[in-house]
DNA sequence: TCAAAAGTGTTCTTGATACACCCATGC
DNA sequence: GCATGGGTGTATCAAGAACACTTTTGA
């Protein structure tokens, strides 16, 4: 191969947060899904899943590459977060990392393909093993980024199963904006959208009346978005 | 220099997203600074400041770095965009571009230091020529985010000059956003969040009744964004 | 004196908040 | 039958929207 441009090349892997919620605790909490890492250098220690970029693949194609791969999680939501560049983030050299954040529910993805249980782990986000790397600083800028970006857009729905009741919804929403919402009002704010729509299913299970279940309605939410719609809470 | 891993490296470039704003037009319009390129590939079309990162500062410095190179411009808001790595973006080989968007008061910046004015240039975003690589994709990201970033957080303000009036904060945001405000009720919210002070001088020279000059006070700001302050337009 | 933008209040409507009880279910 | 969460309505308050005229200035 030839380079016509001659320049210092960095290394360029890819970094996966994965956002999984947990509503059956009884106090629901963001995890996160990390790899024990098994090659130096921070050989034992906790990571977040990634790799290096392949010269064919673009970055979008790496992380869900990686993802797969190192946690058998794929077809999820995922995002670009943030390009982190700390000449001595790596201590071997210079390696830039291009961070994404992926939402999935977690019932689905409860750890079974292709990875042995010491390998990879949900972790609450509260009670996070120390990482490598800079990696503790990536799932902060992660979290920061989902507490903006659930306000204005409907990406909570991702964190839940298909089917969900609202009292889940309520709890996701409290969980990762870190307050309390009073039951009827985020009711009737949730119904005014008209984004959800019955499955004529209910949750059922618990030593309590059963609770209707809902879907969210995202062809609906397109058609209104591109009108101009902002969904808000 | 020996490397510890062994992998294929593209080269990392950043690219800049100038944006400035001409409050003085009859049609008031966000603008973008560019380039000509005097090297190939795309030699001789316009294309976004920028250059390739060195291997001991991070992106945010090779960014402000290339900025002020290429421009001149320095010391004013600047912030990571997006990273693009489609494979084929460059033609010669892979690069990858990290893009960053910068606010800057176009008065300040109306092009001198360094830049002769066949090499740089301010175009209005709905006027763009043709540009070098995917940069109009790239410029094309970068007004979403600064539409969606103006919306909750006050950046607005590092468009203008440092008193402006409140007409012309107006029209700055009517510009951004692409639609109208009633005037007395944007006044009404600006100085509700009493963000604003009054700097005692007037807009004079026109036609018409002088207008107040305000600065906006950002350590308040400062102060209240702890508390949970919310900016919102 | 004219044209052009600055500045200013009130009413109405809408959405946000606060608040308490009955209902269905599994054990 | 009891503990647990599901489900519902109303009154009050605050913020947003709609709307028109007077003032100051430079030419």
Redesign the interface.
């Known amino acids: ?1 030839s ?3 001659n ?6 892997a890819v970094d996966c947060v994965i956002f999984g919620f947990d509503h059956r605790e009884e106090a629901p909490e963001l995890h996160t899904l990390c790899i024990k890492r098994n090659i130096e250098p921070f050989k034992g220690k906790w990571a977040l899943p990634g790799g ?9 194609e790496a992380a869900a590459r990686e993802l797969k791969e190192e946690t058998g999680v794929e077809k999820v939501y995922i995002e ?1 977060l ?2 982190f ?3 001595d983030r790596d201590p ?5 990392a ?1 961070a994404y954040f992926a939402l999935v529910n977690l019932e689905k993805h409860s750890l079974s393909a292709g990875t042995d249980a010491d390998a990879a782990q949900w972790f609450s986000v509260s009670k996070l093993p120390p990482l490598a790397f800079d990696h503790k600083t990536i799932v902060k800028t992660a979290l920061e980024r989902l507490r903006g970006k659930v306000r ?1 857009q409907p990406v909570g729905f991702e964190l839940l199963p298909d089917e969900f009741t609202l009292s889940e919804l309520q709890a996701l929403y409290e969980t990762i904006l870190e307050r309390t919402f009073d039951k009827r009002n985020f009711r009737k704010k949730i119904d005014n959208y008209g984004l959800l729509v019955e499955t004529g299913g209910m949750r059922r299970g618990k030593p309590n009346r059963a609770a209707k279940l809902y879907r969210f309605d995202s062809k609906r939410y397109k058609a209104l978005e591109k009108h101009g719609f902002i969904f808000e809470l």
Do not use: I
Request: net charge positive; aromatic share 16%.
């Open positions: 191969m380079y016509s441009y320049h210092p090349r960095p290394a360029l290096f970029m392949r010269m064919n693949e673009t970055l979008d670009q943030y390009t560049s700390a000449p071997r050299e210079r390696v830039v291009v204005y």
